[in-house]
């Protein structure tokens, strides 16, 4: 007994230090958002420029999220966060010497190839230490994490620590420093604990199973012995074709265009509105802080009560409302900031939905947890990248920002459908 509740202690603990890695990378990502309105200016960007730096690290995902959870659930996620917190923080510093838009577009691509490690080493490392039923609360610890690098960039960030630093460009460079130091601890925390190695016993645990198991065809594996590239195709065919898995992509795409699309603008749509700059980022911090709540609410009450799809369309429906509500509302007021809660609320719950779910779907388990995780943002993160684009591109098209509020306001309709096809498929 004291031995399993040491070992559930050491794996919350572990989840913990991981979630360090979520934390600095929202920091760095949210860091142009926050700044955006100044780098706008001082780069002399357009709007539809200002919306492809600001969605670049979405863009990344497209091309390298399938690969990218290959890779994690093959290396592990210690080697693979490690390397992913640096590579960010590197491009980082790379940010905070940016010359105009080509140069702040490359490194922000860069932020995005290492982002990917963490967004799928994350998933793979809770779904190691804890069983499939039981993935929604350190789901929401990493998230809750990440959470909190988005707020504090915009809280205190911009406001405080920027100012203080001198700037946005002395912002960049030592938050790039911090996240490139924490990336070689967290090596040396997973070396000491044999992460990847625990990994690879349990994905080997898995394998065997499987392979004694009957497939389609009625036959048993072939004992184990596919060649690594047999392997790698058999394991993108089931993902691929999951039909259940597919209805998850289509919320994560939702899910990333509103994601991507608020926190990436609203603190200018709010500054366009006459709000200072210190108020819009607070207001967006607000929202990030709702986010965080949905994040620890949802999946705690999803999985105490087996409803997972149920919760999905709770979710779209709130999240619906919220950003309706923020479309519509005028100045800073009761309306507004009620607004910006229920959208955070609805939009934070599916993040660890989106999550949780893969590991306890058929033939996906803890084993392919990385490359299901990739696939859902391979396909999802073109709505992360879409998000930021398209309210750029209709403001300069309309001079609003409304257009493209509504049309992030509509994907919340979009998940309640695939909830619901989600739960039939699940009866």
Not at 153 to 165: C, D, E, N, Q, S
Not at 215 to 229: F, I, M, Q, R, Y
Not at 354 to 382: W, Y
Request: charged share 15%.
């Amino acid at each position: 007994m004291r031995g399993r509740v040491a070992e559930r202690r050491t794996a919350y603990g572990l989840v913990t230090v991981a979630t360090l890695s979520y934390t600095c990378l929202m920091f760095v990502w949210f860091s142009l958002p926050a700044y955006l309105s100044t780098i706008i200016a001082e780069l002399e960007l357009s709007g539809t420029q200002a919306g492809v730096v600001a969605g670049a690290v979405p863009l990344t995902y497209i091309p390298l999220a399938l690969f990218s959870g290959l890779a994690v659930d093959r290396i592990g996620p210690g080697r693979s966060l490690a390397v992913g917190v640096v590579c960010y923080g590197l491009a980082q510093v790379g940010r905070s010497v940016a010359t105009g838009f080509p140069s702040l577009l490359a490194f922000t691509l860069l932020i995005g190839v290492g982002a990917t490690a963490v967004t799928f080493g994350l998933p793979k490392l809770v779904s190691v230490l804890f069983p499939a039923d039981r993935t929604g609360l350190p789901s929401s610890i990493y998230l809750v994490g990440a959470s909190a690098g988005t707020a504090a960039v915009f809280a205190i960030g911009r406001p405080t620590i920027g100012p203080w630093l001198g700037g946005w460009r002395p912002l960049f460079l030592w938050s790039g420093v911090v996240a490139i130091g924490y990336g070689f601890a967290w090596y040396l925390v997973a070396r000491r604990l044999r992460v990847d190695e625990r990994a690879a016993e349990n994905d080997e645990n898995e394998r065997a199973g499987a392979d004694e198991r009957p497939n389609k065809n009625g036959t048993a594996g072939e004992n184990g012995v596919d060649s690594e590239l047999e392997s790698i195709r058999r394991d993108l065919r089931l993902i691929l074709t999951h039909r259940e898995l597919q209805l998850v992509v289509v919320v994560g795409t939702m899910y990333l265009l509103a994601s991507h699309g608020i926190q990436g603008w609203l603190p200018t749509v709010l500054e366009s509105r006459g709000v200072s700059a210190d108020r819009a980022g607070q207001t967006t911090g607000l929202f990030v802080a709702a986010y965080a709540v949905g994040i620890f609410a949802v999946p705690a009450l999803a999985d105490r009560y087996g409803a997972r799809p149920a919760a999905l369309m709770l979710c779209g429906g709130v999240f619906f409302v919220g950003v309706a509500g923020m479309t519509l509302a005028g100045s800073l007021g009761v309306v507004l900031l009620g607004s910006v809660v229920v959208a955070g609320i609805g939009v934070g719950g599916l993040s660890p939905l989106i999550r949780a779910i893969p590991p306890a779907l058929e033939g996906i388990g803890s084993r392919l947890t990385g490359t299901a995780v990739g696939f859902i943002f391979a396909v999802g993160e073109i709505g992360g990248f879409l998000g930021p684009v398209l309210v750029g591109s209709l403001h300069d098209a309309t001079g609003s920002y409304a257009p493209g509020l509504a049309l992030i306001a509509l994907a919340g309709l979009v998940v309640v459908l695939a909830g619901g096809a989600l739960r039939r498929a699940a009866m």
